[in-house]
């Protein structure tokens, strides 16, 4: 089936189902990222509400996460030790390095949703040494990085609790869209990082940069779970697409990236309560989701478009996998070999 405008709109107006059940979700330890507000804020409501154990919310900024927390906790009536507010920058490698430390600290972990996210409307670099733009820089780099220090501490970890973990990474449909193949086929032939770092190159595309950053993150993910299988890794990486919602994603997205959201919204937007139940349909959706796409709460692989299928797709996807794994093995050596090696 393709991603026709229809094939969304019809998928945008089902009802989704709560997947996962209280009686999974009880006593157990969930980290959210991004869980503040939107999708991220839904999902830990959910978790509270059935009955979590500890729900680890990774924010950005936590004076915002704790009115959040104090929010979940007097509409679900969790107890104050459940939630807890811990600060991480997706585009400061650094603060998701010592995130992942504190995660490490904890007596069982049973699932990660790595759900933060932006979509900017302008052009901003958080770190001068590799000139990244915001969107690739926290929704690939930030993203990515935090995945690959969690798999080996989830591998142990899974042991220890018999079971496989799952990492929910929440990504989009409009990585699988035209307008993440305007910028794929812009690409040149030599490296992708210095390429889309390119400020005068992408401008004129600029408004499918956000498209085109979980378009990069899909790329990199799919080649992931290649290398580093379930049986291998025992854990579970899959890529979430939460449809269209009402959230606060276009708060930086000024011109027409913000306005390709909003009309897209009126038209067919999902509550954010709704999306919501697809990231926790990522953590209960198992072994064959992993390196998958799923969308309302199922595995939807044939969304995926030929010519993300095709050789150069697949060259493109190894080249992404090779220079973001050397990146960060030149950032924090040692860290994709315990991935790779697992
Ligand atoms: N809403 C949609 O229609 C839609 C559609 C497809 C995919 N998605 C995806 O769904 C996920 C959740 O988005 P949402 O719609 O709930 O948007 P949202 O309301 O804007 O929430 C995004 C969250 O990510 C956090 N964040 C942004 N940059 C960060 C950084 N550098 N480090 C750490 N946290 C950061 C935000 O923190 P602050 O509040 O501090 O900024 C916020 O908590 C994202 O991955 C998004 O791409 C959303």
Not at 184 to 190: E, H, P, R
Not at 295 to 317: N, Q, R, V
Request: glycine fraction near 10%; proline fraction near 4%.
């Amino acid at each position: 089936m393709s991603l026709g405008f229809f094939t969304v709109l019809r998928a945008q107006y089902k009802n989704l189902p709560i997947s996962l059940k209280k009686e999974d979700c009880a006593g157990k330890t969930y980290v959210v990222t991004g869980s503040n507000t939107g999708l991220g804020f839904e999902c830990v409501k959910h978790l509270a509400a059935m009955g979590a154990g500890q729900v680890i919310m990774g924010v950005r900024n936590t004076s915002s996460g704790e009115k959040a927390k104090a929010t979940i906790e007097s509409q679900t009536g969790c107890a104050e030790s459940v939630l807890q507010v811990w600060h991480m920058d997706l585009s400061k490698l650094e603060t998701v390095k010592l995130f992942v430390e504190k995660i490490k600290g904890l007596d069982r972990v049973d699932g990660i949703v790595e759900n933060a996210a932006v979509a900017m409307g302008e052009w901003v670099v958080p770190n001068k040494d590799d000139g990244l733009e915001m969107n690739v820089a926290v929704n690939v780099i930030g993203t990515i990085y935090m995945a690959v220090l969690l798999i080996p501490f989830l591998r142990a970890m899974g042991k220890q609790l018999g079971a496989v973990v799952p990492i929910t990474i929440i990504g989009s449909i409009v990585a699988l869209s035209p307008e993440a193949k305007s910028c794929y086929d812009k690409l040149g032939s030599g490296s992708i990082l210095e390429d889309v770092a390119d400020q005068t190159k992408w401008e004129p595309l600029f408004h499918h940069f956000y498209p085109f950053s979980k378009f990069l993150l899909y790329m990199f993910l799919r080649e992931l779970t290649h290398h580093v299988p379930v049986s291998k890794s025992g854990v579970i990486v899959n890529f979430v697409s939460p449809g269209i919602c009402y959230t606060e994603l276009d708060r930086n997205a000024h011109g027409p990236v913000g306005r390709q959201v909003k009309m897209a919204r009126m038209i067919m937007g999902r509550t954010a309560e709704m999306g919501s139940r697809t990231l926790l349909h990522g953590l209960v959706a198992g072994r064959e989701s992993h390196g998958k796409v799923l969308s309302e709460c199922e595995i939807k692989d044939y969304f995926i478009p030929d010519w993300m299928k095709d050789e150069k797709a697949l060259t493109m996807g190894n080249r992404i996998w090779e220079e973001v794994s050397a990146k960060l093995e030149q950032l924090d050596p040692g860290c994709m070999e315990a991935v790779t090696n697992c």
